[in-house]
């Protein structure tokens, strides 16, 4: 049994900072590949980062490039997205994922998934 844990949200004000992680617990767990998505009221889940099982590869969407980062622990077990400059429209419920396809950025493709973490920014 596979395990997604998120933490790290919260209510913060618009250029804020806040850090987000993601663990992974069980079986074989370090040996997944993670995903940051999140869901905002009344949209479609989109992605927003993802990082291969060695950390080696990343990919940030475009709509955060340059505020957003993703990490990875030396145990590979724990993911972080490192969220700076926040703006309203982050505003949202953040996922993580954990699946065997190493690049992906479609939802389709990771297996396990966390609860989810809110994330709000007041203006």
């Known amino acids: 049994q596979v395990h997604v844990v998120e933490s790290g949200g919260g209510l913060v004000q618009a250029g804020d900072s806040l850090r987000l992680s993601c663990t992974v617990s069980g079986r074989n767990g370090s040996r997944y590949s993670m995903g940051w998505f999140r869901q905002a009221s009344g949209k479609e889940r989109e992605f927003v980062a993802r990082?291969?099982?060695?950390?080696?590869?990343?990919y940030v969407a475009d709509s955060v490039r340059g505020r957003f980062t993703v990490s990875r622990d030396s145990t590979k077990d724990t993911a972080f997205l490192q969220m700076n400059d926040l703006k309203l429209e982050d505003t949202a419920v953040y996922y993580c994922?954990?699946?065997?396809?190493?690049?992906?950025?479609?939802?389709?493709?990771?297996?396990?998934w966390g609860q989810g973490t809110q994330v709000t920014v007041s203006s």
């Open positions: 990082i291969t099982q060695s950390g080696g590869s990343f």
């Open positions: 994922a954990a699946g065997s396809r190493p690049y992906s950025t479609l939802a389709q493709h990771y297996d396990y």
